[in-house]
């Protein structure tokens, strides 16, 4: 399959590339989660939730593999690095008590995918202790060993976790493809900066699209 991307097509076949969605977590989305306790507007990151749940459904049809990521740490803290509970000035930290639950630790009510965007039974749900989709992960193993060799990305946020995950992901061999409206940034400068860096100098990190073009390269438009 050939999508019309840029800095030039980005070719696939659809068993050998997995949909890999990041941190579409309440805590990122909602208010009283993690993105919020930092100090930012979360409202902005839900404009892509229609563009992903078209595409998911879509990428679903085809058969195609998919993967969702989740920031997430154990109860007791100990895959949380202090140096990651303590930067900033937060209102409250990792671990603490917010309105949806502990903020970032795994099984609490904020730490979950959003409804729109569940995963389906035989999805993969990768749970992550850093930005990186690979980091302390085992992920490498299980797509070599799933014979994944091409990535499609959408998720937030755009120049934190997805793109962490793209330029790990590049360094391991893949090939990575961001869907330009279903990636989001609390900045707005950052998700256009984002999408510059990551298909400048030759796709140096990968490449971008608009999520139409995907949906007619799989033949769902
Ligand atoms: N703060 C911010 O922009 N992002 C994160 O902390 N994590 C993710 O991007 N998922």
Known sequence: MRVSANPFAFEFELARTALVIIDMQRDFIEPGGFGETLGND?????????????????????????LHTREAHRADLSDCPPAKRQRGQPTLRIGD??????????????????????????????????????????????????????????????????????????DRGYDGLLLEDCTESYFPEFKTATLDMIRAQGAIVGWTAPSADLLAAIGAQ
């Open 97 to 170: 008590v917010g309105p949806m639950g502990r903020i970032l630790v795994a099984g609490e009510p904020g730490n979950q995918i959003i409804p729109a965007l569940a995963p389906s039974p035989g999805e993969w749900v990768i749970d992550k202790p850093g930005k990186g989709m690979f980091y302390a992960t085992g992920l490498h193993e299980r797509l070599q060993g799933a014979g994944i060799s091409h990535l499609v990305f959408m998720g937030v946020t755009a120049e934190v976790c997805v793109q962490t995950s793209m330029r790990e992901a590049n």
């Open 42 to 66: 979360v409202s902005r990151l839900s404009s892509i939730v229609p563009a992903c749940v078209r595409v998911l459904a879509a990428w679903r049809r085809a058969g195609g593999k998919v």
